[in-house]
């Protein structure tokens, strides 16, 4: 296929998205209509059936719901009072698999959070409710991720764990937090050994100010259970006329956390990917390679639905997944492509760029905490595309994981341009017989987990490169 008859195909797919509200208008509905979509939760289940829907409606092949069985969550009622040096109670909220507790004990500032902070502590460590900042990188920057640093808290023998969010606003933050048996898929496995809770930046910060005047102790009563559920990924495609066996998968994780409406963390991704998805629909017959389109469950407790349709499909079947976790937000025109490794992929894309006359920003850097993760595990070409927003400026996630992650932050615009770039892209990997990408080893993917130092997770997981 020619240049001139690609362009052809682009032009098609940039008219249907440029000239429709239909993403816009299907985010509202996911977030205002259904809600959280928690995953295992029946929001969740809604949010599949509504989707598949989309997909049928858009006229893709073999769309289907797959379902898994995996542990979820209930939030209770959760308490945090401070005893020393005065007594006042603080707003607080659970983090998804906290168990149930009500203990006392003498709080420790952990400042950052961060492995080297653990270290200088040592021993003090050892049956204190310990206290850090919950996020400290801005955007571009790498910080530990909340799952790290509760794991060496819970190494060095912590009692508690309380997250203070970095954004004003009276925002509790939250996260799902690692479970007691890592390689368990029984409920009682996936809890959380040890309790932890997301406070608002005005009460850490007013928590740590009574800390400076001495000893400061805290009583937490909690309430919550885990519990054995079903979660669901969402699958449709647009079938190659030369070779469907080869696949370019391309979407977002469609749940969110149970104190929101998961509007840009992320159903402005899904939406992104289902409405490249619709725009690609009309070019059946035409892409070389089938595209599939996929809105991942559970992505928020522990990437469940990517990990289950890795295990499920043939690895040696993709040429590339493009995870859009974080995708659609903003005005358009910031997004970012993060590969994971794959230097030979950034000069693709460059050239891709300069030739479209489309900048957006290519970076080369292994991260394990989002859907592209259980490809890049098997040595699959991947990548993660999102865009910027408002939050810019902002702590971490900005908005994601707190309350104020809502509809009203999305802007049409930002799901049209990161749809439009989605789609091009797709076109281009479906159509290219040059692309200069292929599956590693399971040698050379361990060597890259292991530089990493994500080798020694992944065994003691049961996750390991192969």
């Given amino acids: 296929m020619n240049e001139a008859e690609i362009r052809e195909m682009e032009k098609e797919v940039l008219a249907t998205i440029w000239t429709s ?14 809600g959280h979509r928690f995953g295992g939760s029946e929001s969740e289940k809604q949010g599949a059936e509504f989707l598949k829907a989309k997909m049928e409606e858009y006229g893709l092949d073999n769309v289907r719901i797959e379902e898994f069985p995996m542990a979820t969550w209930e939030r209770g009622a959760a308490k945090l009072t401070l005893l020393e040096p005065v007594e006042r109670e603080f707003s607080c909220i659970s983090l998804p698999y906290c168990p ?15 492995e080297d902070d653990f270290e200088r502590l040592g021993d003090q460590v050892k049956g204190k409710i310990v206290i850090s900042k919950a996020e400290t990188n801005r955007p571009g920057e790498r910080g530990s991720h909340r799952t790290d ?11 508690a764990y309380i997250y203070v969010n970095q954004n004003p606003g009276l ?34 910060s007013m928590i740590m100010r009574m800390m400076e005047r001495g000893t400061a102790k805290v009583h937490i009563e909690l309430d919550n259970k885990t519990v054995m559920s079903t979660s669901r990924n969402v699958v449709g495609e647009i079938t190659g006329s030369e070779h469907p066996d080869e696949v370019i998968l391309m979407g977002g994780h469609f749940d969110g956390h149970d104190i929101s409406q998961g509007a840009g963390d992320d159903g402005a991704g899904t939406i992104t990917g289902l409405e490249a998805g619709r725009a690609l629909a009309q070019l059946k017959g035409k892409l070389k390679r089938t595209v599939r389109i996929i809105c991942f469950g559970s992505e928020e407790l522990g990437l469940l639905g990517a990990w289950h349709h890795a295990d499920e499909t043939d690895p040696d079947s993709y040429r590339f997944v493009m995870n859009l976790d974080g995708a659609g937000r903003g005005q358009g025109g910031q997004e970012r492509v993060v590969l994971s490794g794959w230097p030979e992929l950034s000069k693709w894309l460059e050239d891709w760029s300069e030739e479209h006359h489309y900048d957006f920003i290519i970076q080369d850097q292994l991260n394990s905490h989002s859907d592209h993760f259980p490809f890049a595990v098997r040595g699959i070409p991947n990548g993660t595309l999102n865009s910027m927003d408002a939050t810019a400026g902002m702590i971490g996630r900005g908005y994601g994981h707190t309350e104020a992650d809502t509809f009203d932050k ?6 049209q341009m990161s749809a439009a770039l989605v ?44």
């Fill in 21 to 34: 509200n239909e993403a816009y208008e299907t985010l509202r509905e996911l977030c205002d209509d259904i």
């Fill in 149 to 159: 640093k509760y794991r060496w808290a819970e190494e060095r023998g912590a009692l």
């Fill in 171 to 204: 925002l509790h933050i939250t996260g799902s937090l690692r479970g007691r048996n890592q390689q368990g898929t029984t409920a009682e496995d996936r809890e959380a050994p040890i309790p932890a809770i997301g406070v608002s930046k005005e009460s850490g």
């Fill in 423 to 466: 789609a091009r892209l797709a076109i281009a990997m479906s159509q290219a017989d040059d692309f200069p990408a292929q599956r590693r080893s399971v040698e050379d993917t361990r060597a890259q987990m292991e530089e990493a130092g994500l080798l020694a997770r992944l065994e003691a997981s049961g996750q390991i490169p192969g």
């Fill in 410 to 415: 999305i802007h049409p615009r930002g799901l």
């Fill in 100 to 114: 149930a507790a009500d203990l006392t004990g003498e709080l420790l500032d952990v400042g950052d959070g961060e």
